[in-house]
Structures are given as C-alpha cells and as structure tokens.
C-alpha cells in the first residue's frame, strides 16, 4: 500500500505531468470540486439560516404551540374566553419537552390619530411572558414592564409608529368595539415605551404588546379568563409530535394548533428550500463526479505504458487501480480544501458582517442569515467524498483491460 500510494504521489508531483496533456484537465476537476463544496456550503447554510431564523421570528411573536376555546374562529383575535385555572397549566407535567406556557388575550381595534388611523390587534400578555425573544427585534425604546397594577405601557412596531408619526413616550388613543350594549367604542390611552421591527409584515402591522388586564377589562372577562395560552418548546425539531401530544391531552372543550399549522403559507415556502438545497448539492456532486471521471480517464491513457510496466512487474489489477484512486483522492482532497476555506470564509464574512442584503417584503430578514454546523461541512465533505470515490471505480475499471504487451509498446 505504501508504495501504490508513492506512486500516486509522483503522479501529481512530477514536472512532467504538470506539462503534460493532464493538466489543465486536472486544474478543471480541482476548480469543479472547490466551486461545487463552496455552492454546497452557501446554499445549506443560508437555507437553514433563513429557515431557522424566520421560524424563530414567528415562535417569539406566537410560541410554537397556541391553545384556545374550541372554536371554528380561525383569526389572531381571541372572542370565547378559557378558564386559567388548567391541569396543563403552569406546566404540561405528564409531556416533556414544553419549555413554558403563557396565557394570552387578543383584542381587534383601532389606532386613531388627528390625521389617519390604522386596525391593530392588541396582544394582552402578563408577567409570565418570555419576552426574551423579542427583545432581539427591539430597535428603540424598552420592553413593557408589568406589575400588580395594570400597566398602561405597550410595544408598538417601528412600522405602524412611522405610519402614524409615533415616537418614544408618545400617549397612543386606543379605540376598541363592545361586543354588548350600545356600539360606542371604549377608549383606552396607552404610553409607547418601545418599538420592534420583526421583518415579518404579518406581525408589524397588526400587533401591539401590552397588559392582558386590559383585554379582560374590554370584554368583560373574569380574572381567571384569558385568551388561550402558548406553549413554548425546547425543541422545535419536536413541534410535530409535542403539537398531536398535546392535542390528544387536552380535553374537548379546548383546541390546539401549531405554528406550522397556523402559518402554513409561511412554513410551506420554508419547506422549499430544502429542495432547493438538495437539487443543488445533487447538481454540484455530479459535475464534480464527471470532471473527477474525465480527469482520472486522461491520467490512465496518458499512463498507458508506466500501467503496462507495472502490470510486467507483477503488480495485479486492483493494485494499479488503487494507484490512480489514490491519484484521484488526493485531487479531490485539494479540491475540497480550497472550497471549504473560500466557503466558510465567505459564510463567516456574511455572518459577522451582513454585507448581503435582502428584501424584507419578500425574504422577512433585511439580511442573508447564515447557519454554519459542523455536522453539515463535515457531512457535505464526507458525501462528496465517498460518492465521487464510489463512481470513479467504474472509468477505473479500463485498466484491467489494458494488455501489458500491448501498453508498453503505446505511444
């Protein structure tokens, strides 16, 4: 084995092939490998960043998992109340992997102003809420704080505050409809104490923050009423099973449904990129693969007598083909080292600079997020790999038929 591997070595060593017919063939198959591993490396990573980023844009805004009265209303606005007091509540105890579970109440209005006026849907949450997660989005300003008294101070998208010529610490006139009596709307006067920019116009449009008291003061709801609650996973990975888990716990009365679910647009256009993804790996291990088979059949021709002189010398067929896999190895190895540096290092450059830009209107980031595992280079690598090595045993397989007589005498 060591001297099959020398001879590989000398292959790619010697002057003599690198001015040889060989040459830029083998330039071209290194360049192939390098550009495909880079390609491989840029579409999984931004694929799965922008996956894992828009998925965790809609969990802080929604948790994974949103249980509600049983009711055929399908909107954000939450009109039958739900007892608080619930065997699943503060804790699912007979389900693992719920992270937490927060009530919440929503409640349709309208934001009015001397010169224009805009529909919002008012999200009451309490003390509880794990507003962690959208302290990431928060451009200005500060998250509400809730006490035993009911807070007046609410969060407010960067979008509906420039629509409306809103800033820090403005008074927000808040009018909402009764569902009873006479149709004179209840007014309430809320303080801006923060502005967020999700990037996902479904949110920045409609929803503002704020004390759930006041959800249950509008409809007339007990202390112990809320909207629904959200439940918060520690892995997402899992939402699909925990969601039927979950559903088959609660009792009839009550309904769940998960985020997939619930924006089903959004995690169907999701689910798109990981076609995409594996299209485009498939597309670059096969022009590697084929520009690795032309090379390795050049080298074995161009070789055709240093073969049928190692044939004479006793040496079998399996062991000269290992000679030119060998070759083929290191040329694949070369190739693979060049385009990962060049693709972490642009990956790397992305994600700590953000240089690309998106459209926020259509991508819901305003830059290319990056997600760069390790499980996935080195899985991308070992697969490039152990598949152009497995196709290249075929076009190998032409140096069993060269005749030792008949190759020495090539020329």
Not at 234 to 250: A, M, Q, R, V
Request: proline share 3%.
């Amino acid at each position: 084995m060591k001297l099959e591997y020398f001879i590989a070595k000398r292959l790619v060593t010697t002057k003599n092939h690198k001015s040889s017919v060989s040459a830029p063939i083998i330039k071209i198959a290194i360049t192939a490998i390098a550009l495909g591993i880079i390609m491989m490396l840029v579409s999984v990573a931004t694929g799965l960043g922008l996956k894992h980023k828009i998925r965790d844009k809609i969990s802080a805004f929604s948790g994974h998992i949103v249980i509600t009265k049983y009711d055929s209303n399908t909107t954000d606005i939450t009109l039958k109340p739900i007892e608080l007091n619930q065997k699943f509540y503060p804790h699912f105890e007979n389900i693992e992997g719920v992270s937490k579970v927060q009530p919440f109440a929503s409640k349709a209005g309208i934001i009015r102003t001397e010169n224009a006026f805009e529909g919002i849907i008012y999200k009451g949450v309490t003390t509880e809420y794990q507003f962690d997660d959208i302290a990431e989005y928060l451009e200005q300003g500060r998250l509400p704080v809730f006490t035993e008294t009911m807070s007046n101070e609410i969060l407010m998208s960067t979008y509906i505050a420039n629509r409306l010529g809103f800033k820090l610490g403005d008074k927000v006139n808040t009018y909402f409809m009764k569902d009873w009596g006479n149709k004179v709307p209840n007014i309430r006067q809320f303080e801006l104490v923060g502005l967020y920019n999700s990037g996902l116009q479904q949110f920045d449009e409609n929803i503002i923050i704020g004390d759930l008291r006041h959800v249950q003061r509008l409809n007339r709801w007990a202390e112990n009423e809320v909207g629904g609650f959200e439940v918060i996973l520690k892995n997402f990975d899992e939402i699909e099973t925990k969601g039927s888990e979950i559903y088959l716990n609660l009792p009839s009365t009550v309904d769940s449904k998960t985020i997939v679910e619930k924006y089903e647009n959004i995690f169907g256009w999701l689910d798109m990129f990981d076609f995409n993804i594996k299209v485009i790996i498939i597309i670059m291990i096969a022009v590697a693969s084929i520009n690795m088979i032309v090379a390795l059949l050049v080298l074995i021709l161009e070789r055709t007598q240093m073969i049928g002189m190692l044939k004479a010398l006793g040496a079998t067929n399996w062991s000269v083909r290992k000679i030119f896999l060998y070759n083929a190895f290191y040329l694949i190895g070369k190739g693979l080292l060049y385009g990962n540096v060049i693709g972490l290092g642009l990956l790397f450059l992305q994600k700590y600079t953000g240089i690309i830009k998106l459209d926020p209107t259509s991508y819901y980031v305003r830059e290319a997020p990056v997600l760069i595992r390790f499980s996935d280079v080195l899985l991308l690598n070992l697969g490039v790999v152990v598949i152009a090595m497995l196709v290249l045993l075929i076009p190998s397989y032409l140096i069993t038929k060269i005749s030792p007589v008949k190759a020495i005498r090539y020329d």
